[in-house]
């Protein structure tokens, strides 16, 4: 994992979102390093996925600033080559995978490169989806079937694939282990973790899977009073005395999965 003392991938200073009279985010400062697994955790409605939202360009703060690889995300047009050139350098996994019904698993993964390379041949295209549908942890065989025809686990590796069809660098994920059973989730967040050091990937992870955060996370960052509260390891987090973060990761769910974790160790030890 990056240092604080490097350039960080994704920095955000002042932000402030709004939506009508209901401030969501006010004064947001977070920098997020080359090669870690950033988790970000919050109450509901605190503004994990406008965060989110806020950094791929889908959300306009009304203040602050964003970067991603040191380019502006909110000084810029849509159609900016320098933006488009950031965007071909990230991929996303919405919740519940977001994967067009009407398409195969294998058309869903090939439309990133159709939207950023067109003149791309067809046979390459498929190829390459085939390649990140096995890497991902699908069967072979799951590239002509539909969305309707996979299990919640499947639908979610499929998103995965689609994120990693343009061979990102920063790969953002949004409650992916939301719906699926504990070895399910625990699947995923395994197969996440290879993923992300395999490829060296720097991973922006939103979830309220306390498993997933003691299981893949270098940092975590707590949203909390409309701004980031605190960024840490856990260990660091359990240190302070905020209410919520206490609530959150020394209630009695907390204390199992920090067992859990701690039980690891000391056997692997």
Same mark, same amino acid.
């Given at each position: ?21 209901? =401030? ?5 400062? *977070?920098? !997020? ?11 509901? %409605? ?10 791929? %360009? ?11 690889? %040191? ?19 990230? %991929? ?33 295209? #498929? ?11 699908? $069967? ?9 025809? *996979? ?7 499929? /998103? ?12 953002? *994920? &949004?409650?992916? =282990?939301?719906?699926?059973? $504990?070895? /399910?989730?625990?699947?995923? &967040? ?9 490829? /060296? ?5 939103? =979830? ?5 955060? @003691? ?6 960052? !707590?949203? #909390? ?9 856990? &260990?660091? *987090?359990?240190?302070?005395? @905020?209410?919520?973060?206490? &609530? ?9 999965? @920090? /067992? ?10």
């Amino acid at each position: 994992m990056s240092t604080s003392a490097e350039t960080p991938i994704i920095s955000i200073r002042g932000l402030v979102n709004r939506f009508g009279d209901q =401030t969501v985010h006010d004064g947001l400062d *977070l920098d !997020v390093y080359r090669g870690e697994v950033l988790g970000v955790v919050g109450g509901s %409605g605190t503004g994990k996925s406008v965060l989110m939202r806020s950094i791929i %360009g889908l959300q306009q703060p009304q203040a602050g600033s964003i970067t991603v690889f %040191g380019q502006s995300m909110l000084d810029c047009e849509a159609t900016d080559p320098e933006l488009l050139a950031v965007k071909k350098r990230w %991929g996303i996994l919405f919740q519940n995978g977001a994967l067009f019904s009407t398409l195969t698993v294998s058309e869903n993964v090939q439309v990133p490169l159709r939207e950023y390379y067109p003149e791309m041949p067809a046979h390459l295209r #498929a190829e390459i989806a085939a390649y990140k549908i096995l890497m991902t942890g699908l $069967p072979e065989n799951a590239g002509p079937k539909f969305p309707s025809e *996979l299990s919640g686990g499947m639908r979610k590796r499929a /998103g995965l694939a689609r994120a990693l069809a343009l061979d990102p660098a920063l790969l953002f *994920l &949004d409650e992916p =282990t939301a719906g699926l059973d $504990p070895i /399910g989730a625990a699947a995923f &967040d395994e197969q996440t973790r290879e993923l992300q050091q395999t490829l /060296g990937l720097t991973v922006f992870l939103i =979830t309220h899977d306390l498993d997933t955060l @003691h299981a893949i996370c270098d940092r975590v960052a !707590v949203i #909390a009073d409309k701004r980031v509260i605190a960024v840490g390891t856990i &260990d660091e *987090l359990l240190a302070l005395d @905020h209410p919520w973060i206490q &609530d959150y990761f020394n209630g009695p769910r907390g204390r199992i999965a @920090h /067992g859990m974790v701690t039980s690891d160790r000391e056997v692997t030890a």
